[in-house]
T-cell receptor
Framework: EAGVAQSPRYKIIEKRQSVAFWCNPI?????LYWYQQILGQGPKLLIQFQNNGVVDDSQLPKDRFSAERLKGVDSTLKIQPAKLEDSAVYLC?????????????FGSGTRLTVV | AQSVTQLDSHVSVSEGTPVLLRCNYSSSYSPSLFWYVQHPNKGLQLLLK??????LVKGINGFEAEFKKSETSFHLTKPSAHMSDAAEYFCVVSDPSGTYKYIFGTGTRLKVLA
């Protein structure tokens, strides 16, 4: 089975610029998550989708971050404008369901550096 | 609120010796618990999971963990470390508040010495 695909792998931008990340989950997985992992910390959930609806975006900085999941499949996460503290790895994960015992499958992540 | 504490930020072991990575959790509910491994520049990989079945859980690559409710612990062990085990390990507790989201620990970096 193909894994969770993310692109790009690396991105360097200047502060105040915008950036977008793309995620293609495992086929048939209804639940999709975006996590932010700052260096030296554990991943933090930004947003959870169930099909194409948002289930939890309580920790998404909505003044600058936005995310969508088109037709319940691919997803994009956007930052506009970026700040230095947004430097992190952005991880996408998917799961067959929101029932936690299924476990998540993570992509390799996008490493963002804001300078 | 749910939380998870990884007691050691760094652990060093010699190749062929046992590995112990410690994790304590806080939960008002019956939690689901997981261990994930992250190799440099790679995604997170599920090692094992506890979801209220057997308290001793066996995972991939010879790892296992034991759920101890009385101690609120879920420590990860391996009898004999291999060089390829060097990585970052995350203990994760589920949040059964409705969205079942993961709450990650801060991670333990395992170093394996030749």
């Amino acid at each position: 089975e193909a894994g969770v695909a993310q692109s790009p792998r690396y991105k360097i931008i200047e502060k105040r610029q915008s950036v977008a990340f793309w995620c293609n989950p495992i086929s048939g997985h209804a639940t999709l998550y975006w996590y932010q992992q700052i260096l030296g910390q554990g991943p933090k959930l930004l947003i959870q989708f169930q099909n194409n609806g948002v289930v939890d975006d309580s920790q998404l900085p909505k003044d600058r971050f936005s995310a969508e999941r088109l037709k319940g499949v691919d997803s994009t996460l956007k930052i506009q404008p970026a700040k230095l503290e947004d430097s992190a790895v952005y991880l996408c994960a998917s799961s067959p369901s929101d029932r936690v015992y299924y476990g998540y499958t993570f992509g390799s992540g996008t490493r963002l550096t804001v300078v | 609120a749910q939380s998870v504490t990884q007691l050691d930020s760094h652990v060093s072991v010699s190749e062929g010796t046992p590995v112990l990575l410690r994790c304590n959790y806080s939960s008002s509910y019956s939690p689901s618990l997981f261990w994930y491994v992250q190799h440099p520049n790679k995604g997170l990989q599920l090692l094992l999971k506890y979801t209220s079945a057997a308290t001793l859980v066996k995972g991939i690559n010879g790892f296992e963990a034991e759920f101890k409710k009385s101690e609120t612990s879920f420590h990860l062990t391996k009898p004999s470390a291999h060089m390829s085990d060097a990585a970052e390990y995350f203990c994760v507790v589920s949040d059964p508040s409705g969205t079942y989201k993961y709450i990650f620990g801060t991670g333990t970096r395992l170093k394996v010495l030749a």
